[in-house]
């Protein structure tokens, strides 16, 4: 089956920093998106990547398809305290919506 | 936008137990939702995929006699955790899509059940 590993597993930055993390499968995806969760909570979309090579920014976010259709990243700019929580990278498996997830990575910032 | 309702948002119960979760589409008709676990620390596992008006799909070895779904109507699909005992505390996650705004419209979460069998 697809599988997708997302790096790093963990990240502790200072406030203000930027942040990066990638995620990349064996097998090809229509649709990327990417999720932050709080503690207690169900994720968050924060952005959606329908299309190879896409760019897309959400405030601070940034993310981008990859041209192969096997990977994304996610970057966050001059990151604040409210940037912590897990980030998940996910794959459209199928057209009914199933998702596939990365193992997340970890955001902390510290002031 | 699409908002998906959880509840309840916490449970403890004593083993033996069953418990049942609701999950509800607010504002549009979701006729796939999907349920996922999610132990600490851990990425979202799919448990099964909620299709309104017939039987529910299960992800490979996840027990069905278990974990009942039931997708009655086009807005609610419950999870029922039969017998529940201490290995079935868990976090419990569901997800739906607004259908009408295409098939490439991401999911939506619910906040959670935080599920803890004594």
């Known amino acids: 089956g697809q599988q997708l590993n997302q790096s790093p597993q963990s990240m502790f930055i200072q406030e203000g920093e930027d942040v990066s993390m990638n995620c990349t499968s064996s097998?090809?995806?229509?649709?990327w998106l990417w999720y932050k969760q709080d503690p207690g909570e169900g994720p968050v979309l924060l952005i959606a990547?329908?299309?190879?090579?896409e760019l897309t920014s959400n405030g601070r976010l940034t993310a981008q398809f990859g041209i192969t259709r096997k990977d994304s990243f996610l970057n966050i700019s001059a990151s604040i305290p409210s940037d912590v929580g897990i980030y998940f990278c996910?794959?459209?498996?199928?057209?009914?919506?199933?998702?596939?997830f990365g193992a997340g990575t970890q955001v902390v910032v510290t002031p | 936008g699409a908002v998906v309702s959880q509840h309840p948002s916490w449970v403890i119960c004593k083993s033996g137990t069953s418990v049942k979760i609701e999950c509800r589409s607010l504002?549009?008709?979701?006729?796939?939702m999907f349920w996922y676990r999610q132990f600490p620390k851990k990425s979202l596992m799919l448990m099964a995929t909620?299709?309104?008006?017939?039987?529910?799909?299960?992800e490979q070895g996840v027990e069905k006699d278990k974990f009942l779904i039931n997708h009655a109507s086009l807005t609610l699909s419950t999870l029922t955790v039969t017998s529940a005992h201490p290995e079935d505390s868990s976090f419990y996650i569901c997800?739906?899509?607004?259908?009408?705004?295409?098939?490439?419209?991401?999911?939506?979460f619910g906040d959670g059940t935080r599920l803890s069998i004594l």
């Open positions: 909620s299709n309104e008006g017939s039987k529910a799909t299960y």
């Open positions: 097998s090809i995806f229509n649709t």
């Open positions: 996910a794959g459209l498996v199928d057209s009914w919506g199933k998702l596939q």
């Open positions: 997800s739906a899509r607004d259908p009408d705004r295409g098939r490439s419209q991401p999911q939506h």
């Open positions: 990547l329908y299309k190879a090579g």
């Open positions: 504002d549009f008709q979701a006729t796939t």
